[in-house]
């Protein structure tokens, strides 16, 4: 057999295998400086639950492959092999299926055929000595470290984190780590789509984070997790007591802290929370989220003395400069953290610093989010940035308008709607004959359902305005929709 037909044999048992060089993870999909930092955080601070290091090691494995350094990756997975050696003893077989996956094709890229093969048959040889009942059923181990790889390397894995953790609970429904995963994933999944006009009546996260924390009762991380989402049901007094056990089970986890702290933010306990954030930060500082968290609570602490008749102007502009060293912060560290550079740039705009602020605002447009709920945060941040401070009356609507047009029912389409009211009875209240003023009107209740009113009101635009194409197409839509 010539070696590129032997080559051809290998690469088609490692296709194979389970690894996260088979499980379609896009590089692009990755920070790949920022997933660093915090993997070897993680691996630093030796947070989460058994075997955590282990995955961490083969994570961090896996990243240092993409940044081509195969050294450091196959240092990593040997580490990552012993690691889970020392945690499972006896049981370590099928946790090591992945993490010998992944030596084989680390050896086959770095042109190591014969170890190659040499892993490739190791993790076949576990297979085959541990059988499960089909050929397309995976060892519960399996999927649970691919729900795990899901989960750490991409918000926008989030959903195959869930399905695999599915999968995994559906082999054993009483294991402790697989309940933790799907728990966490859950919580993720509803904090990133928070906003919505009203929370859900029944939350999943909730009710599997209840689940998970029978089988564990003490894991600071899902109390304090618990307690987050139960705030956001007004559930008070169960939330504050999930919040001291947390920081007495474990009260040195960074992500306890910030987490608790997020719960006291949201309850106005903003200096709490700050102690809290200050604290996480000693351990973990390079945390672009606890960053974030901070500069929230400066800003809200700015908000309240803004409030107070009369209110301290040094004060205001003390607070409003922690928030943005506390947000430059965030943003040097995770660069595409895009809500942080919103954030960022409307506090430049409250400083008058008009040039950084369309700077940033221009950079988050040139790196758009594919996530509507991204770029819809990101025009509203922008028209406000221009209704409040440049007065560009023209192109805050522009953008409070492309907001208004992503996500429904969000806090900011609450606010474009609420703005483009305001801007439009203003506009009236100066002419009655406003075309413009009518159009917005004519969009706010398009965009609120009521398709009668809004047709309504391009009528009347068009009788302020007969030429204008663009009402009169908008019109002619609405009436075609309507019968």
């Not at 070897?40 to 601070?45: A, K, T, Y």
């Not at 059988?131 to 390397?153: C, D, R």
């Not at 987050?228 to 007004?234: E, P, Q, T």
């Amino acid at each position: 057999m010539s070696d590129s037909s032997g080559s051809s044999a290998l690469r088609a048992m490692l296709q194979q295998l389970q690894s996260r060089f088979t499980w379609d993870l896009q590089k692009e999909d990755m920070e790949l400086e920022n997933l660093s930092t915090r993997l070897q955080e993680h691996i630093d601070l030796q947070l989460g639950r058994q075997g955590a290091s282990a995955l961490s090691y083969s994570f961090l494995a896996y990243v240092r492959y993409l940044q081509d350094q195969p050294k450091e990756a196959l240092s990593l997975l040997l580490q990552s092999e012993q690691k889970t050696r020392e945690c499972y003893g006896e049981d370590s077989e099928k946790r090591l299926i992945v993490t010998y996956g992944d030596l084989a094709w680390l050896k086959y890229h770095t042109g190591d055929f014969t170890e190659s093969q040499t892993y490739c048959q190791r993790a076949q040889d576990i297979l085959i000595k541990y059988p499960t009942s089909s050929s397309t059923v995976l060892h519960p181990e399996v999927y649970g470290e691919k729900a795990w790889t899901y989960l750490k390397f991409s918000r926008s894995y989030y959903p195959k984190a869930i399905k695999y953790f599915q999968k995994a609970l559906e082999v054993q429904k009483d294991d402790s780590e697989w309940n933790a995963g799907y728990a966490i994933a859950l919580f993720r999944i509803e904090m990133n789509t928070l906003g919505l006009s009203e929370e859900p009546k029944v939350s999943a996260a909730i009710t599997q984070l209840r689940r998970a924390l029978e089988i564990s009762p003490y894991d600071g991380v899902l109390l304090s997790m618990l307690a987050v989402r139960l705030g956001s049901y007004k559930k008070y007094e169960e939330a504050e007591n999930l919040v001291e056990k947390a920081l007495k089970v474990d009260p040195n986890n960074p992500h306890v802290l910030r987490y608790i702290a997020k719960y006291l933010r949201n309850q106005g306990e903003n200096n709490r929370s700050i102690d809290l954030l200050e604290r996480a930060l000693k351990m973990s500082s390079t945390s672009a989220f606890v960053y974030h968290q901070l500069a929230l609570c400066y800003k809200k602490k700015k908000f309240a003395e803004q409030s107070s008749k009369p209110y301290n102007k040094q004060m205001v502009q003390q607070l409003r400069r922690q928030c943005i060293l506390n947000l430059e912060k965030a943003v040097e560290i995770k660069p595409s953290f895009v809500i942080a550079r919103g954030d960022l740039a409307l506090m430049y705009g409250e400083e008058k610093d008009f040039d950084r602020a369309e700077e940033m605002f221009q950079c988050c447009f040139t790196n758009e989010s594919s996530e509507q709920s991204l770029r819809q945060v990101i025009h509203h941040r922008y028209a406000e940035f221009h209704f409040y401070h440049t007065r560009k009356q023209a192109e805050a609507i522009a953008h409070y308008e492309k907001a208004l047009q992503l996500v429904p029912k969000t806090w900011e389409w609450k606010q474009c709607i609420k703005k483009l009211k305001q801007i439009a009875d203003g506009r009236l209240s100066e002419d009655k004959n406003d075309s413009l003023a009518y159009s917005l009107l004519a969009q706010v209740a398009k965009a609120e359902g009521d398709k009668k009113t809004a047709a309504e009101f391009y009528e009347k635009a068009l009788d302020c305005d007969e030429d204008n194409s663009e009402y009169l197409s908008a019109l002619m839509e609405l009436r075609m929709e309507l019968h």
